[in-house]
């Protein structure tokens, strides 16, 4: 299983990035994804969530409103679109394949992390 995260970089506050995951080596289409983001010196926090069936989308209070998770199962794809970027958005950037379990998101799999920083 493989999932390639891309599309960080430097942005000024008040901007827009568009992060994109390819995935491989399992069946895309009913697998619930996630990105997750971790901050230096903080525990990775889960940033948003899309099912595999009908797409239904959540988001951490944090972020909802200014991102938008969707996927494209022909392309095998989950992409998180920020928007009003924020200082504090400042993170890496992590994709993950996984599913919904009693106590919500559980990630079996992980991409490799795309940087994010939010600076002026």
């Known amino acids: 299983v493989q999932l390639q995260a891309s599309g960080g970089g430097l942005v000024q506050p008040g901007g827009s990035l568009r992060l994109s995951c390819v995935v491989s080596g399992i069946i895309f289409r009913g697998t619930p994804m996630a990105w997750y983001r971790q901050a230096p010196g903080k525990q990775r926090e889960l940033v948003a969530t899309i099912a595999g069936k009908y797409s239904r989308a959540n988001y951490a209070d944090s972020v909802n409103g200014r991102f938008t998770i969707d996927r494209d199962n022909a392309k095998n794809t989950t992409s998180l679109q920020m928007t009003d970027l924020k200082p504090e958005d400042t993170a890496v950037y992590y994709c993950?394949?996984?599913?919904?379990?009693?106590?919500?998101?559980?990630?079996?799999?992980w991409g490799q992390g795309t940087q994010v920083t939010v600076s002026s």
């Open positions: 993950a394949a996984g599913y919904f379990g009693g106590r919500g998101y559980i990630p079996d799999y």
